[in-house]
């Protein structure tokens, strides 16, 4: 009978083994995902800033409205791969991403080239006052749209190059 008290203390220190491995596995598998997260939120907040800090440059640079804001969607929509030179480029379909970039691009000319009051009268504001958060924004609406994060579209597949010597 020794031998039976023996196998049970194995057994019981086989099981503790098996959920000390499994509880290791799910706290790296938990950790891996708050990594990976964490890479997405900060690879993404670097590429609104680009996009943002490039739109902003343009609207700064033009002082005409129309001009301003034309050109800070085809640098976006360029700098994204989708047109070599207008806007005119882009189908039917890219009809409701520049709706709602648009207004964007308007506030962010708006900040630049704030309107002058008139007669004393206080100038209007300009319908959007955080273009962060209106891009965030657009990020939400566009991620419920196309079922991907709108800042996803700038990751482009670089294939491997072999390396020669010569």
């Known amino acids: 009978m020794p031998s039976a ?24 598998a938990a950790v891996e995902a708050q990594i990976k997260d ?3 939120a900060r690879a993404f907040a670097w590429r609104r ?6 739109m ?3 609207a700064a640079l033009e002082p005409d409205r129309e001009v301003a804001v034309e ?3 085809e640098a976006l929509f360029r700098d994204i791969g989708w047109i070599e030179g207008g ?6 379909g890219a009809r409701p991403l520049i709706d709602w970039l648009r207004p964007i691009a308007e506030a962010l000319h708006a900040a630049a080239h704030p309107p002058q009051a008139e007669d004393g009268e206080p100038a209007e504001p300009p319908v959007i006052a955080d273009p962060i ?11 419920a749209e196309r079922g991907q994060p709108f800042l ?11 390396v020669v010597e010569f």
């Open 5 to 28: 008290a023996a196998d049970t203390l194995i057994a019981r220190l086989q099981a503790d083994c098996t959920a000390a491995e499994t509880a290791e596995r799910a706290v790296r």
């Open 49 to 54: 800033l680009s996009a943002l800090s490039d």
């Open 133 to 143: 958060a209106a891009f965030r924004a657009f990020e939400a609406w566009y991620e």
């Open 87 to 92: 806007l005119a480029e882009l189908g039917e």
């Open 152 to 162: 996803q579209v700038f990751e482009r597949y670089v294939p491997p190059t072999p």
């Open 71 to 73: 050109r800070q969607l």
């Open 38 to 40: 964490a890479e997405q």
């Open 56 to 58: 902003a440059r343009i």
